[in-house]
């Protein structure tokens, strides 16, 4: 049995994964911003130490697909980051 993979099939694969990894270990980080607002005092320390560790660590995983999007996609890259400063704009405020 043989596989014929492109390097685009390659790419796409990987950006994927990328965004996939993010989403999926990401969500505890987020799960934590959400609950924010209930904790009180020792809780909020408590939640703040408990994803301290992997924060940053969690946020390469969307760099590895924004990097490769643009590395492998430039036209889409192109298209689709403009398109999200409208909802980037609005978290950001």
Do not use: C
């Not at 790419?11 to 505890?28: C, E, K, L, N």
């Not at 390469?60 to 409208?86: D, E, R």
Request: net charge negative.
């Amino acid at each position: 049995m043989s596989v014929n993979l492109d390097l685009t099939t390659v790419w796409a694969f990987i950006i994927a994964f990328g965004i996939f990894a993010y989403v999926v270990m990401d969500g505890f980080d987020l799960g934590i911003g959400i609950l924010f607002p209930v904790f009180k005092g020792e809780e909020r320390d408590q939640a703040m130490n408990a994803i301290a560790p992997v924060w940053d660590g969690n946020e390469t995983w969307l760099v590895l697909g924004g990097g490769g999007l643009f590395a492998a996609f430039p036209l889409a890259y192109a298209i689709i980051l403009p398109a999200t400063y409208p909802l980037i704009i609005a978290m950001l405020l």
